[in-house]
């Protein structure tokens, strides 16, 4: 089978599957995700071993795409807008997840760079499923209005976190002998350089901008833009996801007419996403489950404990009242697309380790996409958001 | 010719303790919702109300920052109004604070008509506002007021 015949394939059964999962009240990244096991090399085969060896080029221009998107999440008018409880939430609760599995995966003796890994991708959650839930119980209030907030920003401060732990356990894996000054120089190195590519893009792309003069020109600028950064990052061996991120940054800031970069991509981006997942699912390389059952219930478990004492911390800290305090952890579970993107980065990077990693997340995912709506919707009803 | 020279002046605009109930009362007997510029007391341009900023009233709260996540999905699934029960005080609770636009588009008075077209172009829009230096409302330009001054210069009518 050819790899256009494959991609063609992917298409129309992605889109069965999305049509199916809005009738199931399923997220479409899970329906994606299932889509690809069950057409990949483990079930139908109907995905060749060849097509998934490529499957890097399709990741890196997803996660790139992700990665601008999210950036743009860094601007002075979201800040005032989302104030200053959930800033403090949202961060603590992402440090909390990293720092409390890394503590407990350490504890049971995984390699450093391996807990810093499961530990980043830990902070991430999944704003869909989430989003799902609160409109299905039409729940307003308060406590929905933090909740919303604090999943808006989540998955900013994931990838910071993310390319932060990527660079100093990359740093780590490559040079296990030499001194911890060498390892963090490495780590400031990858990212400084990731910064500077991304604002010295973000303020090219503002400037052209100004040029441009039609819908076409613009969305082959703004990817062209994308592209050569992750390009650039991709060659140099620094990040991707901070690059495009800090390029959208320095846009949005930048430039009030900004929205005109990240609106156009909307035509684009959710065909890419769609084949990226399946991609995802596909690579699931599903014999290995049966060596993650520990690793998996201590990521499983210490994921859930550090996003409720990261919550409650932060809530403690901003003042926020006592649900929040208590249940706004609950509503946070749901983890999906930002957490595999982020594994099959790991998974390609650490050929040795990055598999058990890789396969850990996308079994974790589907235990929380599961399970994980079922505590959103406690969360709502303890806090009387349900018909209030 | 000069955006100003075409442009349209008689504008309504709203200010951002407007009501919905005020809004929809304004613009009940009108045959479709334009684009309704918001200002402050100083006729300073704050943003756009338009017909998307309505469904906004049927969404979660933060919803708009949280389209800037690709993976929400909320770009995707379109809200099912018929289906959704809404308080009748929501008419006085929620104002234009609420669901504004700040994705708005404007060009200076004095610029030429040919750059405010290509601006619509850019953004695809029909309307877009126009300011002067300091930021003030001046008025709104349609693609219409431009084609029809096109026709005008032609000597069509």
């Given at each position: 089978m050819n790899i256009i015949l494959e991609l063609g394939i992917i298409l129309i059964l992605g889109l069965i599957s999305t049509k199916t999962a809005e009738k199931i009240k399923t997220p479409a990244i899970t329906a994606y995700l299932v889509l690809g096991i069950i057409i990949g090399p483990f079930a139908m085969?109907?995905?060749?071993q060849n097509t998934l060896k490529h499957s890097g080029l399709i990741s890196n221009i997803a996660l790139s795409l992700i990665a601008f998107s999210i950036g743009?999440?860094?601007s002075k008018q979201t800040f005032q807008q989302v104030g200053k409880q959930v800033l403090w939430i949202s961060i603590s609760e992402a440090i909390g997840a990293w720092l409390l599995t890394i503590i407990a995966l350490l504890y049971v003796k995984v390699p450093i760079y391996n807990a810093l890994l499961f530990g980043a991708i830990a902070a991430a959650s999944a704003p869909a499923a989430i989003i799902m839930v609160v409109k299905q119980y039409k729940a307003r209030g308060r406590f929905v209005d933090t909740l919303m907030g604090v999943v808006a920003l989540d998955d900013a401060w994931g990838l910071i976190i993310f390319s932060l732990s990527l660079a100093v356990s990359r740093a780590i894996y490559e040079h296990?002998?030499?001194?911890l000054f060498y390892v963090f120089l490495k780590a400031f190195l990858e990212i400084g350089g990731s910064l500077v590519l991304g604002g010295v893009f973000g303020f090219i792309l503002s400037l052209i901008g100004k040029f441009l003069k039609n819908q076409t020109e613009l969305l082959i600028c703004t990817i062209g833009v994308i592209f050569l950064t992750t390009g650039i990052a991709l060659h140099f061996h620094i990040s991707v996801l901070l690059s495009c991120m800090f390029l959208a940054t320095v846009l949005v800031n930048l430039n009030n007419e900004s929205f005109k970069f990240f609106d156009i991509l909307n035509n684009v981006d959710w065909l890419i996403y769609l084949v990226f997942f399946v991609l995802a699912g596909a690579s699931l390389?599903?014999?290995m489950l049966t060596q993650i059952g520990f690793i998996g219930a201590i990521y499983l478990n210490f994921r859930i404990i550090g996003k409720f004492s990261g919550t409650y911390f932060g809530a403690m800290i901003s003042n926020a009242d006592n649900n929040v305090k208590k249940y706004l952890s609950l509503g946070l579970l749901p983890q999906a697309g930002v957490a595999l993107g982020m594994a099959l980065i790991v998974k390609e990077e650490f050929p040795d380790v990055g598999h058990i990693i890789f396969t850990t997340v996308a079994a974790t995912t589907i235990v929380y996409e599961i399970i994980g709506p079922f505590f959103v919707k406690l969360a709502l009803h303890k806090t009387n958001s349900i018909n209030a | 010719m000069q955006v100003k020279d075409i442009m349209q002046t008689q504008i309504i605009s709203v200010q951002l303790g407007t009501t919905l109930s005020q809004l929809l009362n304004i613009f009940k007997d009108f045959h479709s919702f334009p684009i309704v510029p918001v200002t402050n007391k100083e006729q300073t341009l704050l943003g756009i109300v338009q017909m998307r900023s309505?469904?906004?009233?049927f969404q979660p709260y933060h919803h708009n920052i949280l389209m800037?996540?690709?993976?929400?999905m909320l770009s995707q699934e379109t809200t099912d109004i018929f289906d959704i029960d809404i308080d009748e005080n929501i008419g006085f609770l929620i104002i234009i604070a609420d669901i504004i636009d700040k994705k708005v588009v404007s060009i200076q008075e004095d610029k030429d008509i040919k750059q405010a077209y290509d601006l619509m172009q850019l953004h695809k829009r029909d309307t877009i506002t126009v300011i002067d230096q300091e930021h003030h409302l001046k008025g709104i330009i349609s693609s219409f007021d431009i084609v029809m001054s096109v026709f005008k210069e032609k000597g069509i009518f």
């Open positions: 085969n109907f995905i060749s743009q999440n860094f296990l002998s030499t001194s390389e599903l014999n | 309505l469904f906004d009233i800037h996540n690709p993976l929400s």
